[in-house]
């Protein structure tokens, strides 16, 4: 067999490190858009740049549905019809099937402390009691309005395939997400599409042997929404870094 060399990617050097730097750390779950169009030319660039992020044994097992105009239009009518259902006969949440558990059913103390503190966060700087739950309901729905953005991106992936692919697909997502960055724009990954994974299948014509990963909302940043002024935090490297020398 023959052996592939590209001689750019070995001899290429970052003129600016900080410029990578800053499209990382810049990044955020945007959740308030412009209605500017983004121009099919710059998506399908994005996409050619992710192209190259890393998969176990080069599997590349990433499938993604572009969605704009009216065929974004049509998965959020039906989706939200759908979450509004479920909203108001929450027995119905069996009609829609999750393809996996992207959250744990038992929270750790610490990951519980961290969901918390960003979920309230989120609704304190929005205004929202823990006993608004129209208002809850409401925000939460603009996830499946993809916060008002002019591109909605669903991703899915082989059934066939085991759990190492979602790894893979975490590094494709990102390099799609700096690429964005990169570019100008925002994003925000969304994971509230598995909720309604069935009927995402059925409106963008994904097959059954497909799992939906997540959905990513694409766009220009509204700088005046108070939303986009929130924060989650990280926190800092030395709490999670283990230096190993001996």
Same mark, same amino acid.
């Given at each position: 067999?023959?052996?592939?060399?590209?001689?750019?990617?070995?001899?290429?050097?970052?003129?600016?490190?900080?410029?990578?730097?800053?499209?990382?750390?810049?990044?955020?779950?945007?959740?308030?858009?412009?209605?500017?169009?983004?121009?099919?030319?710059?998506?399908?660039?994005?996409?050619?740049?992710?192209?190259?992020?890393?998969?176990?044994?080069?599997?590349? /097992?990433?499938?993604?549905?572009?969605?704009?105009?009216?065929?974004?239009?049509?998965?959020?009518?039906?989706?939200?019809?759908?979450?509004?259902?479920?909203?108001?006969?929450?027995?119905?949440?069996?009609?829609?099937?999750?393809?996996?558990?992207?959250?744990?059913?038992?929270?750790?103390?610490?990951?519980?402390?961290?969901? +918390?503190?960003?979920?309230?966060?989120?609704?304190?700087?929005?205004?929202?009691?823990?006993?608004?739950?129209?208002?809850?309901?409401?925000?939460?729905?603009?996830?499946?309005?993809?916060?008002?953005? /002019?591109?909605?991106?669903?991703?899915?992936?082989? +059934?066939?395939?085991?759990? &190492?692919?979602?790894?893979?697909?975490?590094?494709?997502?990102?390099?799609?997400?700096?690429?964005?960055?990169?570019? &100008?724009?925002?994003?925000? /990954?969304?994971?509230?599409?598995?909720?309604?994974?069935?009927?995402?299948?059925?409106?963008?014509?994904? &097959?059954?042997?497909?799992?939906?990963?997540?959905?990513?909302?694409?766009?220009?940043?509204?700088?005046?929404?108070?939303?986009?002024?929130?924060?989650?935090?990280?926190?800092?490297?030395?709490?999670?870094?283990?230096?190993?020398?001996?």
């Amino acid at each position: 067999m023959a052996v592939r060399v590209n001689p750019g990617q070995v001899s290429v050097t970052i003129p600016d490190p900080k410029s990578v730097d800053l499209a990382i750390q810049s990044r955020f779950s945007a959740r308030a858009f412009l209605p500017k169009p983004v121009e099919h030319a710059l998506i399908a660039e994005m996409l050619a740049v992710a192209a190259r992020a890393p998969s176990g044994v080069n599997t590349q /097992p990433w499938k993604v549905y572009v969605l704009q105009g009216a065929a974004l239009q049509r998965l959020v009518d039906r989706v939200c019809a759908a979450h509004d259902l479920v909203y108001r006969e929450p027995a119905r949440a069996k009609d829609f099937p999750r393809d996996y558990d992207y959250y744990p059913l038992q929270w750790p103390p610490v990951y519980l402390d961290r969901r +918390r503190e960003n979920g309230w966060g989120l609704y304190g700087l929005l205004g929202i009691g823990k006993a608004d739950k129209d208002k809850m309901h409401a925000q939460h729905q603009k996830n499946y309005r993809f916060f008002g953005a /002019p591109v909605g991106l669903m991703f899915t992936v082989d +059934r066939a395939l085991a759990a &190492g692919s979602l790894v893979d697909y975490g590094m494709f997502l990102q390099c799609i997400m700096i690429a964005a960055r990169a570019r &100008g724009l925002h994003t925000c /990954p969304q994971a509230a599409w598995n909720d309604f994974a069935p009927l995402v299948r059925e409106v963008i014509g994904a &097959g059954e042997s497909e799992s939906v990963v997540c959905g990513m909302a694409l766009g220009y940043l509204d700088p005046n929404d108070p939303v986009n002024s929130f924060d989650a935090g990280r926190v800092a490297a030395e709490e999670f870094t283990h230096w190993l020398s001996d």
